[in-house]
């Protein structure tokens, strides 16, 4: 119910659409039985027999006048024997007669078929105007829901990311919400018209007999207790065929970003394979999901027929017995009776879609109520520009419970307007530290400071806005070369996003792509070499003017004449900045200030690069591991 309320609750921004459905909807009910009421009418006037007077004072001449189809009269000596129910019926039989009779028969055919055209021109009307109002509120709907979920996305912090599948997430946005759609149209379209298409109909039924209304009932609670066992069922395979496919999107997305490794490995067939087993298990979960959601129609339809057959045989009894209720009745209230099994038949699957929304509602909510590591404290201040320096203090980390600490008690200060190398083995913990530094993740212990103040009490917005970040997965959007560099800022001028690119060394390269700056460079900029990517990559930091700069291994894939133009970009960018720099490269950290040595989590050497190579360190170590065969060489 919960959930449900909340779904609910994305309507109220659309409550006067809703409104004029509802008004519409209640339109439609009214048409629909003023339909079914005046069918008796139509047929009495084209099949029925004048009544012939039989009073001998009455003159041939007369017959005419007084030979005439006379409801009025028969309905009114009805009204006066009977009461109640009955006395009801007659009133209004009488009164649709009135409105409807005419001196002749022909004359009362063309008023019936003007009011029948008029009445079927108003229900048509209102049943596109709801339909109309119904679909703009539930995809308005749908469309704030899926803004929501995008806008929380962005909130959460990297660790959701690496915790949850790709394709699992964007199942969730794109098939999950597409369901709860179900779940709206039933709340407001099937719970709310059907139920006034049934009231109507059913109050007819109760004015024509009572008696025969209750026999019609008897099976009501049988029908609602197997079409609850039915959305129960249904809400399990719903579940199962959601998860289905978000294994299915999520091995269809992971295998198109990794069409380079599946080819390489010759690993088509593998992914073949898993891809199928997949599909197959998708396609089992889809029939057992139509088999729960098709089931509750034919039951519905069984125990209608069976209210049906009972009802022929007890109305035909009253029929025959002539006196309870006359032939005219009892054909109209079969009309109204088989009118009324359609928004019945809706209502016995409406549960079922409703279970099938809350399924997918669950799974969409549980993204929505996973609240953010990451957030601003309530009184989070700007982040002033850096002036002095950056400082770790005694700042410890770990990913988990199950894991170990990724960094053990750092001590660090990077002064401002120094280039700070970091190098080790890798996972020592170089990027969790940097990580830290952006405010991707907090420390478990300790604190990092920017000019004394704590990032925790600053917005991650004003810290974000001051740091340039460039690393090895250089990651580029689908769009042009030029909205690559000036990244979310379309009104920058031409002029000075080619003067970042070209301080980046990327401006000649451009230049002879098809369009220039205006080139798409394709899904994660698959048209570019490595070298180039990471050129675009440091003319975006260029442009943005970060006074922070963080590379990580931002030149370890790369060839030698790639490495020296890219190396020659970043030295050009970090001049006058502050800087971390990791790199496996020892050759990229030579010009640095200073190099800092990180090793299991911890701090283990610091210094330059020509007094860590005099130590008997890990630095030395590792520098004599990558030159070793270089050095051989020379000799």
Known sequence: MNLYL????????????MAGAMVCMACFAITSSA??????????????????QTDQSVQPGQAGQTGQFDLAQDSANRLEQRTGMT???????????????????????????????????????????????????????????????YIHLHRLSLSYFHRERTGELISRVSYDVMKIN??????????????????????????????????SLVLLPLSVLV??????????????????????????????????????????????????????????????????????????????????????WYGGRQ????????PEDFLTFFLALFSMMKPVKELGQVHNRIQEGIAAADRVFSILDTAPEITDAPDAQPLPDLRREIRFNRVTFQYDQASGPALKEIDLEVRSGETVALVGPSGGGKSTLVDLVARFYDPTG??????????????????????????????????????????????????????????????????????????FLGERGVRLSGGQRQRIAIARAILKDPQILIFDEATSSLD????????????????????????????????????????????????????????????????????????????
């Open 6 to 17: 909340r779904i609910l609750s994305y309507v109220k921004p659309y409550w006067y659409f």
């Open 35 to 52: 339909t079914v009421w005046v069918a008796l009418p139509f047929l009495q006037t084209l099949f029925g027999q004048e009544t012939v």
């Open 87 to 149: 006395g009801l019926r007659e009133s209004l039989k009488e009164r649709t007669s009135d409105l409807i009779t005419r001196p002749t028969k022909q004359a009362t055919l063309e008023r019936l078929c003007l009011i029948i055209l008029f009445i079927l021109l108003l229900k048509n009307i209102s049943s596109y105007l709801q339909a109309y109002l119904m679909a703009f509120a539930e995809n308005g709907v749908i469309k704030d829901l899926r803004n929501h979920l």
């Open 182 to 215: 179900g779940t709206i149209s039933a709340a407001f379209g099937t719970l709310i018209k059907e139920p006034m298409l049934v009231v109507v109909f059913l109050a007819i039924l109760l004015i024509l007999s009572w008696q025969l209304t209750l026999v």
């Open 227 to 312: 079409i609850t066992t039915v959305g129960r069922r249904l809400r399990r395979s719903s579940t199962a065929s959601q998860e289905a496919m978000a294994d299915l999107t999520s091995t269809l997305q992971e295998t198109v970003a990794g069409v380079r490794v599946v080819k390489a490995f010759n690993m088509e067939r593998f992914e073949i394979g898993k891809f199928k087993r997949q599909t197959q298990q998708y396609f089992r979960t889809l029939l057992r999901l139509t088999h729960m959601h098709n089931l509750a129609s034919p039951i519905t339809e069984i125990l209608g027929s069976v209210v049906g057959l009972a009802i022929l």
């Open 319 to 326: 029929v025959l017995e002539g006196d309870l209720l006359a």
């Open 446 to 519: 300790g604190g990092i400071e920017i000019d004394g103040r704590d990032l925790r009490s600053v917005t991650v917005a004003s810290l974000r806005e001051k740091m340039g970040i460039v690393t090895q997965d250089v990651i580029l959007f689908n769009d042009t070369v030029r909205n690559n560099i000036a990244y979310g800022v379309e009104t920058t001028p031409m002029d000075r996003i080619r003067s970042a690119a070209s301080a980046a060394n990327a401006d000649s390269f451009i230049e002879q792509l098809p369009d220039g700056y205006d080139t």
């Open 560 to 635: 030698t004449e790639s490495e020296l133009l890219v190396q020659e970009a970043i030295d050009r960018l970090m001049e006058g900045r502050t800087a971390l720099v990791i790199a496996h490269r020892l050759s990229t950290v030579q010009k640095a200030d200073r190099v800092v040595v990180v090793d299991r989590g911890r701090i283990v050497q610091t210094g330059v690069h020509g007094s860590l190579i005099r130590e008997d360190g890990l630095y030395r170590k590792l520098y004599n591991l990558q030159f070793r065969d270089q050095e051989l060489v020379a000799e």
